[in-house]
């Protein structure tokens, strides 16, 4: 006979638990009498993320020596912009 795992914790959540609306949810969100729009969603609700760039970059990949690798890694985070800059200096001068 299978075993009874009494260790499962329910995911369930009691939609009664959900936080508040705020004003300005309620200013943005559509509004529907049953399949009809009558007022669409102005905008969004989450916070916007960060603005697009007008010069974005590119990815690609670059094979690099191991001692170069570590001796920008050793600044820190922020290595690849560090080396980004370093390019930039040496090609574009």
């Given at each position: 006979?299978?075993?009874s795992?009494?260790?499962t914790?329910s ?8 936080p508040?609306?705020?004003?300005d949810?309620?200013a ?5 009498i049953?399949?009809?729009?009558i007022?669409p969603?102005?905008?969004t609700l989450t916070?916007?993320?960060?603005p697009k760039?007008?010069t974005?970059k ?5 094979r ?5 690798i ?5 600044g820190?985070?922020g290595?690849?912009?560090?080396a980004?800059?370093i ?7």
């Amino acid at each position: 006979m299978p075993e009874s795992n009494a260790d499962t914790e329910s995911n369930w959540v009691d939609p009664d638990d959900a936080p508040e609306w705020t004003e300005d949810q309620f200013a943005r969100a559509e509004i529907r009498i049953g399949d009809r729009v009558i007022r669409p969603a102005n905008g969004t609700l989450t916070r916007p993320g960060r603005p697009k760039s007008a010069t974005p970059k590119k990815q690609v990949t670059l094979r690099l020596d191991q001692e170069v690798i570590e001796k920008l890694r050793e600044g820190g985070p922020g290595w690849q912009s560090r080396a980004n800059e370093i390019l930039k200096k040496a090609v574009c001068a």
